[in-house]
């Protein structure tokens, strides 16, 4: 393989390995804040939980509180150099 073709294959690659997930506060139509845990593939937004709308900032408050720890369950570990390498050498 071509070494365009290896860097091409490996920037595929990370638009899968490098999603991380973070916490997204919205305005709603109604006015409220909407607080979501998204994280973007390939630049691609994508909503994987939405935690809940309020409307006023003491709520706002516990939402982002549940919002982090929701979080914390779902991060993933990344891969490691060695597993990348040996995906590239496929």
């Known amino acids: 393989m ?6 091409k294959r490996y920037v595929d690659m990370m638009c899968y390995i490098v999603d991380m997930a973070y916490i997204r ?8 804040t909407a607080v979501q845990i998204v994280r973007k593939e390939c630049g691609e937004l994508i ?5 809940g709308s309020v409307h006023s900032d003491e709520a706002l ?4 509180e549940k919002a982090r ?19 590239l050498e496929r």
């Open 2 to 7: 071509s070494a365009a073709g290896k860097y």
């Open 25 to 32: 506060k919205v305005k709603t139509g109604s006015g409220a």
């Open 47 to 51: 909503i994987m939980e939405h935690v």
């Open 61 to 64: 408050a516990r939402l982002i």
């Open 69 to 87: 720890k929701k979080l914390a369950g779902k991060q993933r570990m990344l891969f490691d150099i060695d597993e990348m390498n040996e995906l």
